[in-house]
C-alpha cells in the first residue's frame, strides 16, 4: 500500500516538474501583456505632470533626465550699461529657473537661435557685438548708448533639470464649463446604464424560463444584432428620433434622445449577457417556486434579480464606459452647445483645432477617467464571475 502511494506521489511530482516550463511560459506571457497595457498607461500619466515646453521636446521616458531646450530672455535694462573706453557695455547672467546652467548655443535672432557657439562673438545688427560664455554670463558691446525700456533679447539652448507640476490639471480643471460638462455627462451616463439593465432584465428572464412561440428566433435576433456596427444605424435613428420627436412637439437635442440611443445600441449585449446567466440558475429553484404558487413576476424580483447581481454589475460596467467616454452619440443627439456639451466635448474643444496641446491631452485624459476607474474598482469583484457564469453547463 505504502509503495503503491509513493509510485503515485513520484508521478505527481514527475508531471508538476514536466508541467513547470509551460506554467513558466503561461506566467510570462501573462507578464508580457500586463507590461504592454500599463507601459502607455504609466507614460501618459507621467506625461501629465510634465512642463509643457519639456513635453513637446522629449518622450516621458526622458522626464528624470535632464535636457536640452531652446530658451530667450532678455539682457538687463540698458539704463544698468556702463561705458569702458569708447564702448558702451550691457552685461549679466543668463538664469534657468533663477540658476545658472550650461550653454550649447546662442543667437540674437529667432531665424537663427542656435548659429554661435558659447564664447564666440556675434555680430549685431546695427553694430555691437554679443557673447555668451558657456556658465551663461553674456555680454553686448556697442559704440552707440543702448536705448529702449527694455533689454534685448537672447536666445540660447541651454540643460534645463526635469520639471513637474500640476499646471497642467490646473488648466484643465478651471477651464469654462467644465462643470458643467461634467454634471451633463453624469446626467446622460447615469440613465442610460440604468434603463438598458431593467429592460434586458425582463427581456432576459421571458427568453430563459418562460415559454413562448418564436423564442429560439429572438435569441437568434438578438445575437444578430451584436455585429451591427453603431455608426451604420445613427443617421436612420436619429431621423426617426426627430421625426417622432417633431410629431409630438419634443425637440431633438434633448437627453431623452441620447438615453433611448444608448438603451437601444447597449440592449443586445445585455440581453446576450444576462441570458446566458439567468439561464444557468438552478431549475430546481425555479421550479418549487413556481409549486409554492409564485408568478413569474415574483419570482424574477424575489429569486432571479437578486441572483443575478453579479451578471448586472458585470454589463454596469461596460455600459457606463461606453456612454461616460462616448464623443460620438452625444454629438449627434445632443450637439455641441454650451448648454448640453458633455465632458469628452469639452476637452475636445480644450485641445484646439490642431490638437498640438499636448499637457491638455495628457491631463484631460485622467480627469476623463477618474469616475470610470471609481465604477470599475467598486464592481470589479463581480466583472469576471458575471462573464463566466452561465458559459459552462
Not at 93 to 117: M, N
Not at 149 to 178: C, D, H, M, Q, W
Not at 357 to 385: C, G
Amino acid at each position: 500500500m505504502s509503495n503503491t502511494t509513493a509510485a503515485n506521489d513520484a508521478k505527481f511530482g514527475l508531471s508538476k516538474l514536466r508541467r513547470s516550463p509551460l506554467t513558466l511560459l503561461v506566467h510570462f506571457s501573462v507578464m508580457v501583456i500586463v507590461v504592454l497595457w500599463t507601459l502607455p498607461t504609466a507614460g501618459l500619466f507621467i506625461s501629465s505632470f510634465r512642463d509643457k515646453d519639456q513635453l513637446a521636446l522629449s518622450g516621458w521616458w526622458t522626464s528624470l533626465t535632464a535636457s536640452q531646450q531652446n530658451l530667450v530672455e532678455r539682457t538687463d535694462d540698458p539704463s544698468k550699461q556702463v561705458k569702458q573706453g569708447n564702448n558702451y557695455v550691457l552685461s549679466g547672467q543668463l538664469l534657468v529657473d533663477g540658476k545658472p546652467s550650461t550653454i550649447s548655443a546662442f543667437g540674437f535672432s529667432s531665424r537663427e537661435p542656435t548659429r554661435y557657439l558659447p564664447g564666440e562673438v556675434a555680430e549685431m545688427n546695427g553694430g555691437g557685438t554679443l557673447t555668451v560664455e558657456e556658465n551663461g554670463e553674456y555680454k553686448m558691446t556697442s559704440l552707440e548708448p543702448f536705448k529702449g525700456s527694455r533689454g534685448k533679447r537672447i536666445f540660447y539652448t541651454a540643460v534645463v533639470a526635469p520639471k513637474f507640476g500640476l499646471a497642467n490639471y490646473e488648466e484643465v480643471l478651471t477651464a469654462e464649463g467644465i462643470g458643467r460638462s461634467f454634471i451633463n455627462s453624469l446626467t446622460v451616463t447615469i440613465p442610460a446604464t440604468i434603463i438598458p439593465i431593467l429592460i434586458a432584465a425582463y427581456a432576459a428572464y421571458a427568453l430563459s424560463w418562460m415559454k413562448m412561440p418564436g423564442r429560439n428566433l429572438l435569441i437568434a435576433l438578438v445575437v444578430g444584432l451584436l455585429v451591427v456596427p453603431l455608426q451604420m444605424s445613427l443617421i436612420p435613428l436619429l431621423r426617426l428620433y426627430n421625426d417622432i420627436g417633431a410629431f409630438f412637439g419634443v425637440g431633438a437635442k434633448t437627453y431623452l434622445g441620447i438615453w433611448l440611443a444608448h438603451t437601444g445600441f447597449g440592449l443586445p449585449l445585455a440581453i446576450y449577457l444576462l441570458r446566458n446567466y439567468i439561464s444557468s440558475l438552478p431549475r430546481e429553484i425555479i421550479e418549487s417556486a413556481k409549486v409554492d404558487g409564485a408568478t413569474d413576476f415574483e419570482i424574477f424580483m424575489r429569486i432571479v434579480l437578486p441572483l443575478s447581481f453579479p451578471a448586472l454589475a458585470s454589463f454596469g460596467i461596460f455600459q457606463f464606459l461606453w456612454v461616460w467616454n462616448d464623443l460620438l452619440v452625444a454629438t449627434v443627439f445632443l450637439g455641441t452647445g454650451e448648454e448640453h456639451m458633455v465632458l469628452t466635448a469639452r476637452l475636445r474643444e480644450l485641445l484646439g483645432s490642431r490638437g498640438g496641446n499636448w499637457e491638455i491631452l495628457t491631463a484631460s485624459a485622467f480627469v476623463s477617467i477618474a469616475v470610470p476607474l471609481a465604477v470599475f474598482f467598486a464592481l470589479q469583484r463581480y466583472l469576471v464571475r458575471g462573464l463566466l457564469s452561465g458559459s459552462v453547463k
